[in-house]
């Protein structure tokens, strides 16, 4: 075995094997607990000024290091057909040919997921005193606050059966007669205590009379504090002068 041969299997090796184990890597990172930041903002809107909570913007990262390796292998695959050129070709053409099944795969794959990074203005949970717009980059969800009639919290799986559940935020909308529709909004996809969000949105549902603070430096403080819990009754004190 030449040389040239002995160090094909390690290449390959590592550009198949590498990216895994950073995606698995990277994967266990983001699974570990964190203390949740406490991130809003105030933006103005075409309805006015509203309160903003910040959302991950979508990233081409993964997109771009899946178009990488298919290149790499197709180069792999092409640098081993031109070598076997002098020897025996045939071999190079079957290598090639195996290698580039996963390689177009790959390709193929970073470009359909492959989304341009969004401006910061142009994502997030925008709220102002009439209705929430929900966007994470593919399009907004928006819905007026007379429209929620209940939020909850539960957890979820989506399309997939198997790995963790993602906790969500679930704002119900509509009523018996019209029928019922929700809006998730997953933990993981807030850049902000989604214990506070939650909160947050129970608060102005049951207080419609205090969504005018929205887009407000009020409405920004009372996030920043969390000024969610309900107002307390006065404490009861017995004037009874036999007592």
């Known amino acids: 075995m030449t040389r040239q041969e002995s160090v094909w299997p390690g ?29 809003a903002g105030i933006r103005a809107t075409d309805d006015g000024p509203a309160l903003v909570l910040p959302v991950p913007r979508p990233s081409s990262t993964g997109s771009l290091v899946s178009i990488a390796v298919g290149a790499a292998l197709l180069g792999a695959g092409l640098w081993q057909l031109i070598a076997s050129l002098d020897d025996d070709w045939s071999s190079g053409v079957a290598f090639l040919f195996l290698i580039s099944l996963p390689a177009l795969f790959a390709i193929l794959l970073g470009l359909g997921t492959y989304k341009p990074r969004k401006v910061a203005d142009n994502v997030g949970i ?68 989604p214990t506070r969000v939650y909160h947050l949105f129970v608060f102005y549902v049951r207080n419609p009379g205090l969504r005018s603070e929205l887009g407000t430096e009020l409405g920004l403080d009372r996030f920043r504090r969390g000024g969610y819990a309900p107002e307390q009754p006065a404490a009861f004190v017995d004037t009874d002068p036999r007592l």
């Open 11 to 39: 290449l390959l090796g590592l550009v198949l094997v590498g990216p895994a184990a950073a995606a698995f890597t990277g994967w266990g990172w983001s699974e570990l607990p964190r203390t949740a930041p406490v991130a």
């Open 126 to 193: 925008v709220l102002t005193p009439q209705h929430i717009t929900v966007d994470y980059g593919d399009g907004p969800t928006t819905a007026a606050w007379q429209d929620i009639s209940a939020v909850g919290g539960r957890s979820g799986r989506g399309e997939f059966r198997f790995g963790s559940g993602t906790n969500l935020i679930s704002l119900v909308t509509g009523d018996a007669d019209t029928g019922y529709g929700t809006i998730d909004i997953g933990h993981k996809d807030l850049e902000t205590d």
